[in-house]
T-cell receptor, first 116, second 110 residues
Framework: ETGVTQTPRHLVMGMTNKKSLKCEQH?????MYWYKQSAKKPLELMFV???????ENNSVPSRFSPECPNSSHLFLHLHTLQPEDSALYLC???????????????FGEGSRLTVL | TQLLEQSPQFLSIQEGENLTVYCNSS?????LQWYRQEPGEGPVLLVT?????EVKKLKRLTFQFGDARKDSSLHITAAQPGDTGLYLC??????????FGAGTQVVVTP
């Protein structure tokens, strides 16, 4: 099994649809992340979960709703998205130490989202 | 405010040539990571540098961390088509979270 698995790999949805992105990590890590990757822009950190608790939400619109039911699974629920939300959504995991610094991130292959 | 500036944005070279990409910050940072993202994949960590002036080598890749810990470079010797990808640098911000640059897209043609 690969370390971090994301499904679906591609998703096309209308602005009124509700869909979800799924991420699963098999590395035993204690932190999981959602990043948004748009062309020619830096990766944007959206959400961070540490020990299944959300520790960061970078002013992400409420039409994106994360869920972390356990340390191995992370979801991103999508509702009434806009065309500008079209992007590659990357999930990552890491093993957080006692310090605050983020160690190596292990990324999934991403979910390519197109909003029509 | 973008913490990291990467240059150039795009680089296309022939197999066998050398290339250098740069990562610059207006602030001092404690550590910096370089990732490579191949088409259709997520980013994969190449190296972490933590000490000013540090040089690390990974086969044909040489990573340098500036003495003032505000800049870094990645040099690839004798590039191969397998080096094609988006090269991302990331630093740890004051909240301990990784902030990424926009990346340099490298294309190596046979």
């Amino acid at each position: 099994e690969t370390g971090v698995t994301q499904t679906p790999r591609h998703l096309v949805m209308g602005m009124t649809n509700k869909k979800s992105l799924k991420c699963e990590q098999h590395l035993g890590h204690n932190a999981m992340y959602w990043y948004k990757q748009s062309a020619k822009k830096p990766l944007e950190l959206m959400f961070v979960y540490s020990l299944e608790e959300r520790v960061e939400n970078n002013s992400v619109p409420s039409r994106f709703s994360p869920e972390c039911p356990n340390s191995s699974h992370l979801f991103l629920h999508l509702h009434t998205l806009q065309p500008e939300d079209s992007a590659l959504y990357l999930c990552a995991s890491s093993q957080e130490g006692r310090g605050l610094d983020t160690g190596e991130l292990f990324f999934g292959e991403g979910s390519r989202l197109t909003v029509l | 405010t973008q913490l990291l500036e990467q240059s150039p944005q795009f680089l296309s070279i022939q197999e066998g040539e050398n290339l250098t990409v740069y990562c610059n910050s207006s602030s001092v940072f404690s550590s910096l990571q370089w990732y490579r993202q191949e088409p259709g994949e997520g980013p994969v960590l190449l190296v972490t540098v933590v000490t000013g002036g540090e040089v690390k080598k990974l086969k044909r890749l040489t990573f340098q961390f500036g003495d003032a810990r505000k800049d870094s470079s990645l040099h690839i010797t004798a590039a191969q088509p397998g080096d094609t990808g988006l090269y991302l640098c990331a630093l740890t911000d004051s909240w301990g979270k990784l902030q990424f640059g926009a990346g340099t897209q490298v294309v190596v043609t046979p």
